[in-house]
Antibody, heavy 119, light 112 residues
């Protein structure tokens, strides 16, 4: 069974840092492009970042560029999001999402991990 | 960025009746390879989003055939031929032709 399990969320003060992880199983992670997408409470979906299967191509949304860093470890079948200089508006559920075969797929979503930025 | 505009934002539907959601993009979603990267997602209450339709009209495995997608260029539609109780939730269109990928605001489908 294809599965994505996010972890690492929690409560952090403004200006703080968090590292999210996404553990993949049930598919060949090293062949899969990956994304992070977030959803603020009661709001819609916002794409944040993309990394290609080999990490050769990385993209960020303007809202997180310079503050967030996406990375992956194909040996550990894991995706990461290092989040620095967190702001109140970063409060959201963070999802890892596969893009199998091509960058635009967005085919499999994890269950999400909640990040709350508050003093 | 490409703006995706969905309508309606709220969609009350009687069980067994059809439903239709419109999604319009601020520019053409036809990519240079000839494909149109327009996806539809369903998010049931308390759940993660789930992809229903990819590249405009291709249904994902396990998606009931009462769901269909159509459209071209800048105008796209998700149709449900006969709404069932399990279809309650929010539906999002998303374009990934142009970076960054962008989502519509979401359409909340509820049962009348």
């Amino acid at each position: 069974e294809v599965q994505l399990v996010e972890s690492g969320g929690g409560l952090v003060q403004p200006g703080g840092s968090l590292r999210l992880s996404c553990a993949a199983s049930g598919f060949t992670f090293s062949s899969c492009n990956m994304n992070w997408v977030r959803q603020a409470p009661g709001k819609g979906l916002e794409w944040l970042s993309y990394v290609s299967s080999s990490s050769s191509i990385i993209h960020y949304a303007d809202s997180v560029k310079g503050r967030f860093t996406i990375s992956r470890n194909n040996v550990k079948d894991s995706l990461y999001l290092q989040m620095n200089s967190l702001r109140d508006e970063d409060t959201a559920v963070y999802y890892c999402v596969t893009s199998s075969g091509y960058a635009a797929a967005f085919d499999i979503w994890g269950q999400g991990t909640m990040v709350t930025v508050s003093s | 960025d490409v703006v995706m505009t969905q309508s309606p934002l709220s969609l009350p539907v009687t069980l067994g009746q059809p439903a239709s959601i419109s999604c319009r993009s601020s520019q053409s979603l036809v990519y240079s390879d000839g494909n149109t990267y327009l996806n539809w997602f369903q998010q049931r209450p308390g759940q993660s989003p789930r992809r229903l339709i990819y590249r405009v009209s291709n249904r994902d495995s396990g998606v009931p055939d009462r769901f269909s997608g159509s459209g071209s260029g800048t105008d796209f539609t998700l149709k449900i031929s006969r709404v069932e109780a399990e279809d309650v939730g929010v539906y999002y269109c998303m374009q990934a032709t142009h970076w960054p990928p962008t989502f519509g605001q979401g359409t909340k489908l509820e049962i009348k």
